[in-house]
């Protein structure tokens, strides 16, 4: 699996966007990259994936750069209940899901 | 929305003892997997399961854990003695396997904690 960096922690305004950089520059062509979430004690939530193009779902939006080096997760108006650790993982198909430090996310008030 | 559970939420033990945990997956999902939270710690894995047989482990997934799919429903993992260092939270997963996007998402259960005494 492609190595995938984050930054430790990150702050967010409640209604605003918040955005979730991660690099993985060592990404292979077959790796899609996968965003996952855990909310305090609870198990790890699937958010949304992606191989070359940007993709949106009802949860968040994820932008992959041309060369998919880099992503970026957005999450167009964080509420308090997206205060979580953010995975994000560079991997093919059917692997298993190896879990990093992640960004831990606060959104405040 | 269809969902993974697993039972029992909480399960205390006493070291030695055997335990089965107990997870339903996604119906019409083909992969299943295990993996594990110490307290304080990041999730990892520890085994997947497809077509009837384990398909990858890793070194925590010694003699002492077997899993199986007793029917069409059930997926369970065992721990035939536990020791104190087994006490974790336990999340079961699935995944749908060849869909049309390529991808395989996986969907996690909300966990079973185990507690070793």
């Known amino acids: 699996d492609a190595k995938t960096t984050q930054p430790t922690s990150m702050d967010c305004a409640e209604g605003r966007a918040a955005n979730l950089p991660c690099n993985h520059s060592?990404?292979?062509?077959?790796?899609?990259v996968y965003w996952y979430r855990q909310i305090h004690s609870q198990g790890p939530q699937y958010i949304i994936h992606?191989?070359?193009n940007n993709e949106t779902n009802e949860m968040a939006s994820l932008i992959i750069t041309e060369d998919r080096k880099s992503s970026t997760l957005i999450l167009p108006h964080a509420t308090l209940r997206d205060t979580a650790v953010y995975y994000c993982i560079a991997k093919t198909s059917y692997d298993k899901v190896i879990f990093g430090p992640g960004t831990s996310l606060s959104v405040i008030p | 929305e269809p969902e993974v559970t697993q039972t029992p939420s909480h399960q205390v033990t006493q070291m030695g003892q055997e335990v089965i945990l107990r997870c339903v997956p996604i119906?019409?999902?083909?992969?299943f997997y295990w993996y594990r939270q110490i307290l304080g710690q990041k999730v990892e894995f520890l085994v997947s399961?497809?077509?009837?047989?384990?398909?990858?482990k890793s070194e925590i997934f010694d003699d002492q854990f077997s899993v199986e799919r007793p029917d069409g429903s059930n997926f369970t993992l065992k721990i035939r003695s536990t020791k104190l260092e087994d006490s974790a939270m336990y999340f079961c997963?699935?995944?749908?396997?060849?869909?049309?996007?390529?991808?395989?998402?996986?969907?996690f259960g909300p966990g079973t904690r185990l507690t070793v005494l």
């Open positions: 119906s019409n999902h083909l992969y």
């Open positions: 992606g191989l070359k």
């Open positions: 997963a699935s995944s749908a396997g060849r869909t049309g996007s390529g991808a395989n998402e996986q969907f």
């Open positions: 060592t990404i292979s062509g077959n790796e899609y």
């Open positions: 399961f497809y077509n009837n047989e384990i398909s990858e």
